[in-house]
């Protein structure tokens, strides 16, 4: 093990110079102080524990790309939420999950979007039809204009990208 | 999570488990491939463990609300859409005749103005009108030669009218998912909620229209407000404000149950806030501004019997104390 040394000087003046810069950035696209203030934060904690910090040469543009980052996922995250909560409002009371198992659920299905994310939009389609809606494999190819030899793959292929991501 | 020792397993024997994952998954399985199969399973150690990790991913969906979740990671996702096809889609929409979807997340996305959870938002539009937006509101703008017409999708406006600078005299309407508002005055509210709409009027009078052909139109007075669907026109009740508390940036509870005043409170937030059915009923009166929730959570949990749990950031519990 080697223990990473950081300048500190150099985070104290890329803060310095940037920080509320950034913030303003942020609070044009977030029009919330309170998460501007978060995103912001964890752009800095990501430059300070990335290992190109001493090879930055526009500051701003770098940390503006993670901030990019930062926000998408966080969209990404309310999306699914919101898309959640909203279909689950509308299930019989006797079929509803507990805000307890919401949440769990809704932890699951965060981790499974990342996990399928970078899987081309087909393979991931077919892989959520088959896990959640249940359909076959020739129901599947009819929805997305495919055969079921080619489902076949796709499912496969997905399964191989989730058994060797990183978890 | 998964068992640190199974990480090493070799990709060839990954890639086999995950092709017997996709034969076993058609629904046509032949009893010789099933034999295959278990053959396979009992050839080596590596063989079930690479199996464990594909019913540990299967697991993870069977106990998933399929339904909910379905409809949750088919959400419309930024990362994979160009901002081109978004407006594209939009586009549609728009000449569909602001056929409104469960799916309005992408309309609210690209909606003309909007805000975002906990801020409220003065516009004034090009006919020197003022709309304000309450938290989590978008709305767009349609002005035609014979309309002044604003799109609510989500959130609730206030209006102020002004005449129309163009003296064209135009009327001046808001369309929600259930029906049209035409200004019969100057200033009123439209709120779009889950399967209705709520207006209130603040001085003169509105005409509410349903969507549906022949449903009863009705006239607001200044003082009065209601909700409707597409069809029908709920009861009137009376409003004793000059304008909506929210305007102001005040929430405004008359003794309200707690978990309504949560319910209210959870508009200006992100996450989800619940309130143990124990303490539900719990009155709150005051005015509460709407600039720090957390300070306004401390303030009950002070006042009343109640304490505050966040084991989860976007999960606040409210439990008796």
Known sequence: MTTKIIDDNVITQLYHEHHSWLLGWLNQRVQCRLLAEDHAHDTFIRVITSKDIHDIREPRAYLTTIAKGLLVNHWRRSAIEKAYLDKITQ???????????NAIILSTLQEIDGLLNELPSNVRKAFLMSQLDGL??????KRLGVSDRMVKKYMSRAMLHCLTAEL | MINQDHNHL????????????????????????????KQ????????????????????????????????ALNAPDMRRRS???????????????????????????????????????????????????????AFNVAFTS???????????????????????????????????????????????????SHVSVFADAVEIEPTKQG???LILHAGQSTYFTNEKIDVIHTINSERPAWTQGVL????????????????????????????ANLRIVGAFPLNDIDRILASLENTLPIKIDQSFPFWIKVLPS
């Open chain 1, 91 to 101: 299930y019989p009371e006797a079929l509803t999950p507990s805000p307890e198992e």
């Open chain 2, 83 to 137: 901002m081109v096809k978004v407006l594209a889609i939009f586009g549609m929409i728009g000449l569909s005749g602001w056929k409104l979807s469960k799916e309005s997340y992408i309309q609210e996305w690209a909606a003309d103005y909007q805000t975002a959870l906990g801020e409220t938002k003065t516009i004034l539009l090009a006919d020197g009108s003022k709309v304000i937006l309450d938290t989590n509101t």
């Open chain 1, 136 to 141: 076959t494999y020739v129901e599947i190819g």
């Open chain 2, 215 to 217: 449903a009863s139109k």
């Open chain 2, 40 to 71: 396979w399973l009992e050839e080596h150690p590596d063989h079930r463990a690479a199996w464990l990790k594909v019913e540990y991913f299967t697991g993870k969906f069977q106990q998933l609300p399929a339904h909910a979740a379905s409809a």
């Open chain 2, 252 to 279: 405004l509870a008359d003794n309200l149950p707690l978990s309504e005043f949560l319910l209210q409170l959870n508009r200006y937030r992100y996450g989800y806030i619940t309130c143990d059915p124990k303490i």
């Open chain 2, 146 to 196: 014979d309309l002044r017409r604003l799109q609510l999708i989500s959130g609730e406006i206030y209006i102020e009218t002004s005449p129309d600078n163009t003296n064209l005299h135009r009327p001046f309407v808001v369309d929600s998912q259930e029906g049209r508002t035409r200004a019969l005055g100057t200033r009123f509210s439209v709120r779009q909620l889950e399967n209705n």
């Open chain 2, 10 to 37: 070799p990709p060839s024997v990954l890639a086999q488990a995950a092709n017997w994952f996709a034969i076993l998954g058609s629904g046509q399985v032949s009893q010789a491939q099933t034999m295959q199969w």
